[in-house]
T-cell receptor, first 115, second 109 residues
């Protein structure tokens, strides 16, 4: 079965640079989520989209932005990178969780290292 | 916001042992899921279980929504069960799934 695809798997950037992470959800899933997980931490919700519209926003810095495109893939754009942005970034997708049985399926994540 | 606490925070088992992991949440939820994060960082969905009991092989889960807790049972543990187990909950009408603090499990030979 198709899974959530994230790219790149690893990314190394310097401070003040920009980064773009991509996510391709499972086909027919209409909800996409982005999470950030620091070392030894639980995943922290950043932002979600339902049918290409932003639906919820969590602790996402103003330096970050995200969007979902017409083909349902999503991108997380990160600017003015800081050392503290080094983390594992996950994308997940599901059917609309408000309508019932809608387990989240996660991609393998993008490990971002800021030097 | 909702608080999601898991216990124990750390657990070491001998292969073949059974264990129970607990997830307590501070408010009503309409969606609860259990995940396993393996040592390579992959997050695998184990159960979608807002209420009731489900079983999948050696794993089973029970959620008692009225008492605001969920339990994950692991029987006949194997070394491949090692990793971090998270519960995550959804409240209200939004899409924000909040993760618990996690239980770090190590299964030894």
């Amino acid at each position: 079965a198709a899974g959530v695809i994230q790219s790149p798997r690893h990314l190394i950037k310097e401070k003040r640079e920009t980064a773009t992470l991509k996510c391709y959800p499972i086909p027919r899933h209409d909800t996409v989520y982005w999470y950030q997980q620091g070392p030894g931490q639980d995943p922290q919700f950043l932002i979600s989209f339902y049918e290409k519209m932003q639906s919820d926003k969590g602790s996402i810095p103003d330096r970050f932005s995200a969007q979902q495109f017409s083909d349902y893939h999503s991108e997380l754009n990160m600017s003015s990178l800081e050392l503290g942005d080094s983390a594992l970034y996950f994308c997940a997708s599901s059917l609309d969780p408000r309508t019932g049985n809608a387990p989240l399926h996660f991609g393998n994540g993008t490990r971002l290292t800021v030097t | 916001g909702i608080q999601v606490e898991q216990s124990p925070p750390d657990l070491i088992l001998q292969e073949g042992a059974n264990s129970t992991l607990r997830c307590n949440f501070s408010d009503s939820v309409n969606n609860l899921q259990w995940f396993h994060q393996n040592p390579w960082g992959q997050l695998i969905n184990l159960f979608y279980i807002p209420s009731g009991t489900k079983q999948n092989g050696r794993l089973s889960a029970t959620t008692v929504a009225t008492e605001r807790y969920s339990l994950l049972y692991i029987s006949s543990s194997q070394t491949t069960d090692s990793g971090v187990y998270f519960c995550a909950v959804l409240t209200g009408g939004g899409n924000k799934l909040t993760f618990g603090t996690g239980t770090q499990l190590k299964v030894e030979l």
